[in-house]
């Protein structure tokens, strides 16, 4: 399979960024003015001076080929800080399109996210769902997307050059010793000081509340009233903030792979750390049924002890891969069965990658690890992981603030999942040595007034587990709760006519499904 689509087509990266949406529209588009939404702590937002916002709020896009054919791109002037929206201070944010098909009436734009935080709008858009959603949608919406501040090709946040990042993805995770923990805590600090460096102009400024302030700017200049949206994973959060912010400009909203707002960081990481327990869980239990299993025939438990087993011997002697910079440690390791864990059409790959790395040969699973970084042939890294730790980082408080606050923790993740728990619990530490403060903090979502908004939940989904999903339809005022009984991550457009039919009535002639259905 192609392993280049497992992250970047519905990615949510785990928290530890270490490791490791009624919309015909007319009339005119609205200003600036933030909406009175939901009391309590989820209406506070950062004030702003509206008419220093007016003209961004008119301005025009110029439109133009971008290179995939059927596509137009543009690029969008935000401002840098809200709260300071007269200082001529900018970012440029990258936007792309694909005009409606037809045949039937226009309903607008339809605004896809495909989550991260770091996932770029745009690659998605044009490798995806500008292509491979349905037709009657594509049909009658404009597809946009666009690389939120920070990411890609909207001033990306540049962290650490490809052999920076190379030594880095292969720091030992799960420390043994003084020594080995004490290069943890260097790498996350270097991590963080490359991101200070570097990207020192636009970091305090990548939050998700920012990102959805930049997203009303998008429907305003697309000339549409409300705003119709996708939005997968992370990209249920960018969705539901926007809610939050502007609930009588919401059109028909659909959040796929639901997270919970209210969950502060080190439960979004050790609730992520059971995510992929289950999704072991439901591996296993395929690969104990299928010929080619490198984890034997056993129980779940017994498969699992496997599987560290052979984390311990590459911990204790890596793989070759046929790169000598780069042999099979315990963390690549980790992070390509990871990645693997999120789309159960890759579990035959895995099964496969597996098997080679046991017996000595470490590429496959190495290939699996590069997709979830999106490293490139080249040596080359997408900004996807600097971009995650940022938003993340700025988003809520760290999880944790130094080692020992982590082996405080490491009974409870170890608890979650046997497995992965010790590496995922360490992983958390990054945030706890970022340059810039967060901003943000756990609270619920309400997004009172808006209309209905369809919240999409997958039972065995491994990066956001069920009960976000569950607790997110319960939080926000019009939510609906969507359940695909299934596995792996996200559901629409994965296979399931059930859910797509349900989503595509939705987003096609404005009835979401009952609350509850389940398919």
């Known amino acids: 399979m192609d392993t280049s689509r497992l992250l970047r087509t519905t990615g949510t990266v785990i928290a530890a960024a270490g490791l490791l949406v009624s919309g015909c529209t007319s009339g005119g588009s609205g200003g600036p003015q933030a909406s009175a939404s939901s009391t309590g702590p989820s209406a506070a937002r950062p004030s702003v001076d509206e008419a220093a916002l007016r003209p961004y709020y008119e301005q025009k896009l110029n439109w133009r080929e971008c290179g995939v054919p059927g596509f137009q791109c543009a690029t969008m002037k935000a401002p840098l800080d809200y709260a300071n929206a007269g200082s001529g201070q900018d970012v440029d944010i990258a936007v792309a399109r694909r005009k409606a098909t037809g045949p039937g009436q226009r309903l607008g734009s339809l605004v896809v996210n495909p989550g991260g935080p770091g996932g770029s709008g745009i690659g998605y858009l044009q490798a995806y769902a500008g292509i491979g959603y349905p037709a009657p949608v594509r049909a009658r919406y404009d597809m946009v997307s666009f690389d939120p501040r920070g990411v890609d090709r909207s001033s990306p946040v540049e962290c650490l050059t490809g052999p920076e990042m190379d030594k880095y993805t292969q720091v030992d995770q799960t420390p043994d010793t003084p020594a080995e923990r004490a290069a943890l805590v260097t790498a996350f600090k270097e991590f963080a000081a490359g991101c200070e460096k570097r990207s020192q102009r636009v970091l305090p400024h990548v939050s998700t509340v920012e990102a959805a302030r930049d997203m009303d700017l998008l429907r305003a200049v697309l000339g549409d009233q409300k705003l119709n949206y996708v939005g997968a994973s992370y990209g249920t959060f960018l969705g539901a903030t926007y809610a939050d912010l502007f609930p009588d400009r919401v059109g028909r909203l659909v959040l796929d792979g639901a997270m919970d707002p209210s969950r502060n960081a080190l439960d979004l990481n050790r609730d992520q750390t059971a995510g992929f327990e289950t999704a072991f869980a439901s591996f296993a239990k395929d690969c104990a049924k299928q010929p080619d299993c490198p984890l034997g025939k056993g129980d779940e438990a017994a498969m699992a002890e496997r599987l560290k087993e052979f984390f311990r011997k590459?911990?204790?002697?890596?793989?070759?891969?046929?790169?000598?910079?780069?042999?099979?440690?315990?963390?690549?390791?980790?992070?390509?069965?990871?990645?693997?864990?999120?789309?159960?059409?890759?579990?035959?790959?895995?099964?496969?990658?597996?098997?080679?790395?046991?017996?000595?040969?470490?590429?496959?699973?190495?290939?699996?690890?590069?997709?979830?970084?999106?490293?490139?042939?080249?040596?080359?890294?997408?900004?996807?992981?600097?971009?995650?730790?940022?938003?993340?980082?700025?988003?809520?408080?760290?999880?944790?603030?130094?080692?020992?606050?982590?082996?405080?923790?490491?009974?409870?993740?170890?608890?979650?999942?046997?497995?992965?728990?010790?590496?995922?619990?360490?992983?958390?530490?990054?945030?706890?040595?970022?340059?810039?403060?967060?901003?943000?903090?756990?609270?619920?979502?309400?997004?009172?007034?808006?209309?209905?908004?369809?919240?999409?939940?997958?039972?065995?989904?491994p990066a956001t587990p069920y009960k976000w999903a569950q607790a997110l339809a319960e939080q926000l005022d019009s939510g609906t709760l969507l359940?695909?009984?299934?596995?792996?991550?996200?559901?629409?457009?994965?296979?399931?006519?059930?859910?797509?039919?349900?989503?595509?009535?939705?987003?096609l002639e404005g009835k979401p499904p009952a609350n509850g259905k389940k398919c």
């Open 314 to 461: 590459v911990d204790a002697q890596p793989a070759p891969t046929g790169d000598p910079a780069r042999p099979l440690g315990e963390s690549l390791a980790t992070t390509g069965v990871i990645a693997a864990l999120y789309d159960e059409s890759a579990w035959p790959q895995l099964r496969e990658s597996l098997t080679a790395a046991m017996n000595g040969d470490g590429a496959g699973l190495l290939a699996l690890a590069d997709s979830y970084y999106e490293r490139e042939p080249n040596g080359k890294y997408a900004n996807l992981m600097f971009a995650n730790a940022a938003v993340n980082c700025l988003d809520q408080p760290p999880a944790f603030n130094g080692p020992e606050a982590v082996d405080s923790a490491l009974p409870s993740f170890e608890k979650a999942s046997p497995v992965f728990g010790a590496g995922l619990a360490w992983a958390s530490l990054n945030c706890a040595y970022w340059p810039v403060k967060a901003t943000g903090t756990a609270k619920r979502l309400a997004a009172k007034g808006a209309p209905p908004i369809v919240v999409v939940g997958t039972v065995r989904d």
């Open 483 to 507: 359940t695909y009984d299934g596995d792996g991550h996200t559901a629409y457009g994965r296979g399931s006519d059930c859910i797509d039919t349900a989503i595509n009535t939705y987003l």
